[in-house]
């Protein structure tokens, strides 16, 4: 059983940054890319950054992009989420997603099914 599980949100003025954590149980972290999504109130869930297993490399939704930075660590098992700049339009529940496609076809993954395993959630809030 995969668990992912978040940590580091809160409420933080407009300008200020927040820094977010996802711990991934199991022993095959570093074969996964993994993922941020975000859901504000009303709204469909959206992607905000993924990197990927082998090289590390990333890719940023347009939105975040400069500001946000993904990061992972496979010695702890985590992946954090860097978020400076921050608007009140980020407001939202961030969650943390591992994606387990087969790795010889495996593509950068920004839907939400692209990705096998999710966590909880954390809320961000930022108010201006």
């Known amino acids: 059983q995969v668990q992912l599980v978040e940590s580091g949100g809160g409420l933080v003025q407009a300008g200020g940054s927040l820094r977010l954590s996802c711990t991934v149980s199991g022993r095959t972290f570093r074969n996964y890319d993994m993922g941020w999504f975000r859901q504000a109130p009303g709204k469909e869930r959206e992607f905000v950054a993924t990197?990927?297993?082998?090289?590390?490399?990333?890719y940023y939704a347009p939105s975040v992009k400069g500001r946000f930075t993904i990061t992972r660590d496979n010695a702890k098992n985590t992946v954090y989420l860097q978020m400076n700049s921050l608007k009140p339009e980020d407001t939202a529940v961030y969650y943390c997603?591992?994606?387990?496609?087969?790795?010889?076809?495996?593509?950068?993954?920004?839907?939400?099914?692209?990705?096998?395993?999710w966590g909880p959630g954390t809320q961000v809030t930022v108010s201006s």
């Open positions: 990197i990927r297993w082998n090289r590390g490399s990333t």
């Open positions: 997603a591992a994606d387990n496609r087969p790795l010889g076809s495996r593509s950068y993954g920004v839907y939400d099914e692209n990705f096998d395993y």
